[in-house]
């Protein structure tokens, strides 16, 4: 039996939080929700197919074997994961029907999650781990 975690390069993620980010601007520049399914599609991909396909394109760049970069958790980054595909299928749905101060809340939420990501410090991973703290001491209290 395997002891092995599964992890993404960190790299890999990095592209994907960039891919998230410039999306967004680039819906706020030119007034365009499509750009939203470039991040929103791949992460869908993602999810239900196991296979991004930015972080497929991105893995072509690698210099070094994706063992050597430094790993992400691949269960935290399903996690926020899902949370980038809610707000990005909500912002682009709402841009989509007219709602667009609720379209720019939505983006708002998912870019600066990601760029707060790349700084280093990913609030998806607060939420989870808020999440399984919570579920286990519910656990202990049946």
Not at 16 to 28: A, E
Request: some cysteine.
């Amino acid at each position: 039996m395997s002891n092995m975690v599964r992890s993404i390069p960190r790299p890999l993620v990095k592209t994907n939080q960039w891919v998230i980010v410039i999306s967004v601007v680039l819906t706020w520049i030119f007034g365009q929700a499509w750009f939203l399914l470039i991040p929103l599609l791949s992460g869908i991909s993602g999810i239900v197919f196991q296979y991004n396909p930015v972080m497929n394109i991105a893995k072509k760049f690698l210099k070094k074997r994706s063992e050597e970069y430094v790993p992400e958790d691949w269960e935290q980054q399903q996690f926020n994961q899902k949370i980038a595909i809610l707000c990005l299928g909500a912002a682009f749905v709402s841009f989509i029907i007219g709602w667009t101060t609720l379209g720019y809340v939505f983006t708002v939420l998912v870019a600066t999650a990601a760029f707060v990501a790349i700084l280093g410090f990913c609030i998806g991973c607060f939420i989870h781990y808020q999440w399984k703290m919570y579920t286990y001491k519910r656990s202990k209290n049946e």
